[in-house]
């Protein structure tokens, strides 16, 4: 497959600027990966930007993941030392836990701002991940949970407009988007699956040949439950199955290949076929 390696945007440097400026800002950064594919939604730079910063992994989007790799996930980060949280940041799943994780995390500067003298330090955290990752979606879930808006708080600048979430947690509105990686074939196409990068990007039908081929190697029973169908043949030919099966056919009965892509991909997208892990830690 062809990889256009010149899509992405020529303001990386200025992203970067911007994600250190508020970094400034905060004691704590939440990094959201997706579920799905942690290792392609990971932000390669985001160590070096990091610096001393404490960070949370928050695994996002847990509801879409095979819930057995998941499993696996959760205890590679216990392993390492990442402290690391499941998450469905549609329904808030996971956020009593996250909010424990803060906490835990925090405990160390905490102790040492009582020693220091200060009291009721509250702690300050953004939230940085690649697009799509579910950024705004978490901001929106924690700012409903018993918040308000603190964009008058003495010492805060309006440009900066910081959540209130629960008693001691103030969470920067604006979240740092990263650019994914683009290293390798497989870990851009992890990210076309998911919609981390647009389809516009990667040829959108090449993509679902690819995800289909992927789905017939570790979820056969999944994508011939879901379109009805039996995997005989090469990945293309199960294309054509699907779209025979969904209608996806012109006049003369050729393939609509561009509609029976886009089934494939909102499917995969939607979950509809299954939770789907496309990657496994290292082990
Ligand atoms: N199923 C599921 N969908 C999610 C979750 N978090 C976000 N989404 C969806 O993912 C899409 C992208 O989310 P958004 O917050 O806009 O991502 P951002 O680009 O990182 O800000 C939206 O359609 C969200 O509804 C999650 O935990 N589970
Ligand atoms: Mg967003």
């Given at each position: 497959m062809n990889l256009n390696i010149n899509w992405y945007p020529?303001?990386?440097?200025?992203?970067?600027?911007?994600?250190?400026?508020?970094?400034?800002?905060?004691?704590?950064?939440?990094?959201l990966v997706d579920a799905r594919a942690p290792r392609a939604t990971e932000n390669p730079l985001l160590k070096e930007l990091l610096g001393d910063?404490?960070?949370?992994?928050?695994?996002?989007?847990?509801?879409?993941?095979?819930?057995?790799?998941?499993?696996?996930?959760?205890?590679y980060y216990k392993e390492n030392n990442i402290p690391?949280?499941?998450?469905?940041?549609?329904?808030?799943?996971?956020?009593?836990?996250?909010?424990?994780?803060v906490h835990k995390t925090m405990e160390e500067k905490r102790a040492r701002d009582?020693?220091?003298?200060?009291?009721?330090?509250?702690?300050?955290?953004?939230i940085i991940g690649v697009p799509n990752v579910g950024k705004s979606t978490l901001i929106n879930s924690l700012a409903k949970k018993k918040s308000t808006k603190t964009g008058n708080t003495p010492g805060v600048t309006r440009t900066n407009q910081w959540i209130k979430v629960g008693e001691d947690l103030l969470?920067?509105?604006?979240?740092?988007?990263?650019?994914?990686?683009f290293e390798s074939e497989e870990l851009a196409l992890h990210l076309a699956y998911i919609g981390s990068?647009?389809?516009?990007?990667?040829?959108?039908?090449?993509?679902?040949?690819?995800?289909?081929?992927h789905l017939s190697d570790h979820y056969p029973d999944l994508l011939e439950k879901r379109f009805k169908i039996k995997i005989q043949g090469r990945p293309l030919e199960t294309?054509?199955?699907i779209a025979r099966k969904r209608g996806a056919i012109m006049?003369?009965?050729?393939?609509?290949?561009?509609?029976?892509?886009?089934?494939?991909?909102?499917?995969?997208?939607?979950?509809?076929?299954?939770?789907i892990s496309l990657e496994e830690p290292n082990v």
């Open positions: 020529g303001h990386m440097k200025k992203t970067s600027d911007s994600i250190r400026e508020n970094l400034k800002k905060v004691d704590l950064a939440f990094e910063k404490k960070r949370i992994l928050i695994f996002n989007k847990a509801d879409l993941a095979d819930p057995e790799t998941n499993k696996k996930w959760l205890a690391a949280v499941e998450l469905n940041s549609n329904t808030g799943k996971g956020i009593p836990e996250l909010m424990k994780e009582v020693d220091r003298g200060i009291i009721s330090k509250q702690v300050r955290a953004m969470l920067l509105d604006t979240p740092g988007v990263l650019w994914p990686k990068i647009k389809d516009e990007v990667l040829p959108k039908e090449d993509v679902a040949l690819k995800l289909v081929e294309m054509e199955e006049r003369r009965s050729e393939i609509e290949y561009t509609r029976v892509t886009d089934i494939i991909l909102d499917e995969f997208r939607k979950a509809t076929i299954g939770r």
